[in-house]
């Protein structure tokens, strides 16, 4: 199932989404959340992007402090995953791992370099 990305550039304060094909999916499988990855494998030439986070087909959110790539049940005190309405309480909640999957669905980025070309550019030719 081919990834759908979420890319936010931190000078523009924008958003952008866009699906990814299945071969490009593939590079990006195995990496993990914090990684670095360069922008050629996803086809935005001469950026480096950062994965942040993401979530499955079923909607779990990927913790960054759990490690491999399936489903945990674990106790959460704050974000990703659980917001509490008051300090101190913590909740048992099912997350996925940090590690990307064929499970994935949506996988949120950040722009760490900018490359020669504009982000809505290169996406509008990709898409």
Known sequence: MPFKLVISDPETAKAIQY???????NALVGKTVGEIVEGDI???????LKITGGSDTSGFPIRPDVHGSGKKRILIRGPPGFRPKRDGIARRKMVRGRELSSEISQVNMRVEEKGSTPLEELITKAA
């Open 42 to 48: 996803i086809g935005l030439p001469g950026y480096k």
């Open 19 to 25: 699906e990814l094909d299945d071969a490009k999916t």
